[in-house]
Every structure is written in C-alpha cells, then in structure tokens.
T-cell receptor, first 116, second 110 residues
Framework: GAVVSQHPSRVICKSGTSVKIECRSL??????MFWYRQFPKKSLMLMAT?????????EQGVEKDKFLINHASLTLSTLTVTSAHPEDSSFYIC????????????FGPGTRLTVL | AQSVTQPDIHITVSEGASLELRCNYS??????LFWYVQSPGQGLQLLLK??????LVQGIKGFEAEFKRSQSSFNLRKPSVHWSDAAEYFC????????FGPGTSLSVIP
C-alpha cells in the first residue's frame, strides 16, 4: 500500500519560535500534497495544496507568510509554522496523491503542535 | 458555496446492529465522493469512493455507500457493526481539492 509519514508526531515549542513538520510519501511519488489542520473534535480544514517544484496554493484565510510550504521533491513536503503562537496549536495532517485528481489521497498520521 | 454536512455528530449503536451514517453535499456538479475513517492515533483511511457508474459502492471492512443524485447524498452503511468500528467517520467531496464534512463519531456498545 501507499504509506505517508509525518515527523515529528508531537512537538511542543515556545511562542515566537518556528516549527518545521515533514511529510514524506515512503513508497510512491506524490505529484500533489495537501496540508490540513484539524481542531479538537472538528473536521479537517484544507490549508494548502502543493505540487512538486511549484509554489503552494493556499486556501482563503490561510496566512502564507505564517505557514510556509515547500514541496522540494516528489516524496517530501514541509510545513513551517513561523513565529508560532498559542492559537497555532493544532493537529496538522498531510496527505499525498499520485497522479490525477480521481486518485486516492493517502494521509499521514498527523502532527500535534502545542505552542506554549 | 461548496459544503458537506453530516447531520449526526455522534451515534451510538450496539454491536451487531446495522449502521447508517448520513452525508449531504452542495456542489456545482457531481463531485467525487469519499468516506474516510479516523481512529485515535491513526491516519485517515479511505473506506470507499464514488466517481461514476454504479451508485452502490462497496468498500473495505464491510462498508457500502449509496450515491443518490436527486438528494445530493452519499450515505454510508454497514449491516452489522463490530466494536472495532468505533471511530470518527468523515464524508468528503471534491475534485482536485477535497472538502471534508464535520464528521460523525461512532460509539459501539458491546
């Protein structure tokens, strides 16, 4: 099957610092990767879509300068939360898809970010 | 506006009973339709998907879903629930971008 990993699984940081979260497709090349944010007992909110070698496309209301996304290779995308604040605390989930839009997205296990 | 609704926030069923989780969507055209399950500490897992063709879709773990165009619905069903089915279930729709519904939390009574 297709496996997507995220690292770290949990991170705690101080307010004002930056945090990088990695998303890797382990056994396939992902033409498109997605980043979601999930609040407690809430649904997934799409933050941005990234294609390898291109700039990410952010959803309305998502600050691109705060949530930096890099999709440098077909197996790796990173999300950097810059100058994190307590309100950025959340569960961040990535997904990866190979090929066209009707293909399945494979989800990573998520990263729990806590900003103190 | 595009949206997905799952009217039931939480459902409790007895093990062995049948299950139906509701999903309605609002979209410009018939989108691709998905059901995902999220267990604690696990990533989302695709249960089934509908792109076209037969409106009754079979998925993994004994789940099935029926697409009804006239009702803009894609309800998930299982004839006999197992305790291990307790989880959060998300309906999702879209093409390049997928919109998730708010989720239905399923509890199973032994």
């Amino acid at each position: 099957g297709a496996v997507v990993s995220q690292h770290p699984s949990r991170v705690i940081c101080k307010s004002g610092t930056s945090v990088k979260i990695e998303c890797r497709s382990l056994d396939f090349q992902a033409t498109t990767m997605f980043w979601y944010r999930q609040f407690p007992k809430k649904s997934l909110m799409l933050m941005a879509t990234s294609n390898e070698g291109s700039k990410a496309t952010y959803e309305q209301g998502v600050e691109k300068d705060k949530f930096l996304i890099n999709h440098a290779s077909l197996t790796l995308s990173t999300l950097t939360v810059t100058s994190a604040h307590p309100e950025d605390s959340s569960f961040y989930i990535c997904s990866a898809r190979k090929g066209p839009s009707y293909n399945e997205q494979f989800f990573g296990p998520g990263t729990r970010l806590t900003v103190l | 506006a595009q949206s997905v609704t799952q009217p039931d926030i939480h459902i409790t069923v007895s093990e062995g009973a049948s299950l139906e989780l509701r999903c309605n969507y609002s979209y410009g055209a018939t989108p691709y339709l998905f059901w995902y399950v999220q267990s604690p500490g696990q990533g989302l897992q695709l249960l089934l998907k509908y792109f076209s063709g037969d409106t009754l879709v079979q998925g993994i773990k004994g789940f099935e879903a029926e697409f009804k165009r006239s009702q803009s619905s894609f309800n998930l069903r299982k004839p006999s629930v197992h305790w291990s089915d307790a989880a959060e279930y998300f309906c999702a729709v879209g093409y390049d971008k997928v919109i998730f519904g708010p989720g239905t939390s399923l509890s199973v009574i032994p």
